[in-house]
């Protein structure tokens, strides 16, 4: 009860600093990204803190990293780390808001995969537009498909023979019949941190959001919304 108060405490002092007229912000994000609903809550939350509203508008993949680099939205929702060396215009926010897990997903259940090498001695499926996951995969058997029920779809009709994507992104699917029989590996075959970027006009806003982030991550509360994502997911 006491670190609750002291977090609302600490995170309203925050807002004091800025405008009495709200803000608005336009955030880009991937369409289809299924990740997409924690972060969009996780920055929801902590921009509010800071009196500022969010708009939140889809785009394909490359389009959204363009549009906020070019400076046509206030930043985009999630990115890896390390873009801003690509896109000058992105400073990535230091605190990351959520994490990515990729497993395999198989029919056969002697199936038993660590680490992106295993996947060598298989046919694989998995979802495209991650420079990361291509890069992984490089000179292996794989498909990559732009719509990930057509991921399970493949694997069920048995054109591979492992599925690799987000545990957000197969939690999904498996709860639907025609995927029950697949089995997901209990350990991910990696994870990596996820980043807010806002647009170099909002330089003076990172440090803000950054230490509300801070605060929303000492306290669990990112990691709480991120359960309670994957648990609805679960019982769906």
């Excluded at 608005?24 to 920055?43: F, G, K, N």
């Excluded at 990115?79 to 230091?94: E, F, H, K, R």
């Excluded at 995927?179 to 994870?191: C, D, F, L, T």
Aim: hydrophobic share 45%; glycine share 4%; proline share 3%.
């Amino acid at each position: 009860m006491k670190l609750a108060v002291k977090f609302f405490l600490i995170t309203g002092l925050s807002i004091c600093s800025l405008q009495a007229s709200a803000q608005t912000l336009t955030i880009a994000y991937i369409e289809h990204d299924l990740l997409v609903p924690v972060s969009r809550e996780v920055l929801s939350e902590a921009y509010h803190k800071l009196g500022i509203d969010l708009k939140f508008a889809a785009y394909p993949n490359l389009r959204a990293l363009k549009m906020a680099n070019s400076g046509e939205v206030d930043g985009e929702l999630q990115l890896m780390a390390g873009l801003a060396d690509t896109y000058p215009n992105l400073i990535q926010v230091p605190q990351a808001i959520q994490k990515i897990s990729w497993h395999t997903f198989a029919k056969e259940t002697s199936i038993e995969i660590m680490d992106w090498p295993s996947l060598a001695d298989f046919t694989i499926v998995m979802p495209a537009g991650s420079a990361y996951t291509k890069k992984m995969t490089s000179g292996m058997d794989v498909y990559f498909v732009d719509d990930q029920k057509n991921l399970f779809a493949m694997l069920n009709k048995g054109r591979t023979e492992v599925a690799v994507a987000s545990i957000t992104a197969g939690l999904s699917y498996l709860g639907k019949s025609e995927n029950s029989h697949i089995k997901v590996s209990h350990q991910p075959v990696a994870e990596r941190l996820l980043f807010h970027y806002l647009h170099v006009k909002h330089k003076k806003l990172v440090s803000e959001i950054n230490k509300i982030l801070l605060q929303m991550q000492a306290y669990g509360r990112i990691n709480q919304i991120r359960r309670q994502y994957l648990t609805s997911l679960r019982k769906d």
